[in-house]
């Protein structure tokens, strides 16, 4: 969450970057608006306080004068200013309140390295890894070469649970285990602590992680409304330090996780109906660090390495592309997403996204640091800058691999990495 404080700062800058990320114009105007009651609101009470306390002092003039007819009527403008700074205090309250609930719904800024653009169309292409695979057959999609061999049925799972769900079967099934053993392992190589977090959240945790009230609707609640099945592990990762003061020397602090994650994707009816691509149900492993605002985008730069070494390792074509303001996530004011190769679609799909959120999360959920340095007990706590990233999508990495290791006689290759987590060196028919 953005800070309000900041329109009264340096409105004009704070509107600039919300303008490039999309926000539309009434919302701009009504947060303008409100700052500038707020900020009225302020000089009245500061004022009144400055009248009040220069009124008080004349009426201990009078008192001691004996002046006791003086001494009443001062006491009734006394009374007098003490309820116009009541109603000014209340004023300012609104204001906080209306501001407050407003910023829950505003996006994060981003930084100036961001391109601009409307949509996906507007993200720049930083490195490319490897060349995008070529096969001397028509490549076939990967729900078409999962259901050949035995190892993935979409039927059973709609049966079961009905669109957009899978069964993995078999080979399948020891594909995504292989994949998440491999992941974890690989992040704790990279220095992240191994977690095992809930996946059934409250939902403060949902608003300290960015998701609230943005995305209601979006996600799988109890009908209740007192859980909430996570759309990531960064919910929970993040939230864990929810209301904690953390020492400087202690950062950056990182967690990796394995969990299934639950989306509505409500907002994609149409898109990626076939296939692993687009699940309400699917595997992840996600990366998450907490660190001082002048390292996060060196986290930042070192988490998209970390997601890209997977890929790397696979052996997997890929490229890494800055989204632009009209693509960037809500919490994030940098995102780095990377794409990998799919032979059968020709083009490069989206497996991971790396994002700095800056203080926009640890305001919501007030994660601070204590400075270090001589005087650490005394200095003011700060807000953390938090980091998060795929680590990565595990259906989205099968899908990858059935289709730039498929064969031409059905089989599937298991990339060398992934073969001693996978315990054979290629997927045949059974």
Known sequence: MLDHREFLHDPDVVLLQLKRRGVDVNTINKLTTL????????????????????????????????????????????????????????????????LQEMMLNVPNLPQASVPDGPDASGNRVERVWGEPTKLAFEPKPHWEIGEKLGILSFDQAAKISGARFVVYRGAGARLERALISFMLDLARENGYTEMAPPILVKPESMQGAGQ?????????ETLDREYVLIPTAEVPLVNIHRDEILDEEALPVRYAAYTPCFRREAGAAGKDTRGLIRQHQFNKVELVAFTTPDKSNEELERLTGNAQEVL???????????????DLGFASTKTYDLEVWLPAQDTYREISSCSNCGEFQARRAQIRYRPAGADAKKAKPRLVHTLNGSGIAVGRTTVAILENYQQADGSVVIPKALVPYFGAERITAA
């Open 35 to 98: 700052a500038d009651e707020r900020r009225r609101a302020i000089q009245k009470v500061e004022a009144l306080r400055h009248e009040l306390n220069q009124a008080s002092a004349s009426v201990q003039e009078k008192a001691k004068a004996g002046d006791q007819a003086a001494v009443e009527a001062a006491r009734g403008k006394l009374k007098a200013l003490k309820a116009d700074i009541k109603e000014g205090e209340d004023a300012q309250a609104k204001c906080d309140q209306e």
């Open 212 to 220: 609230y009230p943005k995305f209601i609707g979006e996600s799988y």
């Open 312 to 326: 790397k390792r696979l052996e997997l074509p890929h490229r890494v592309v800055s989204l632009c303001t009209g």
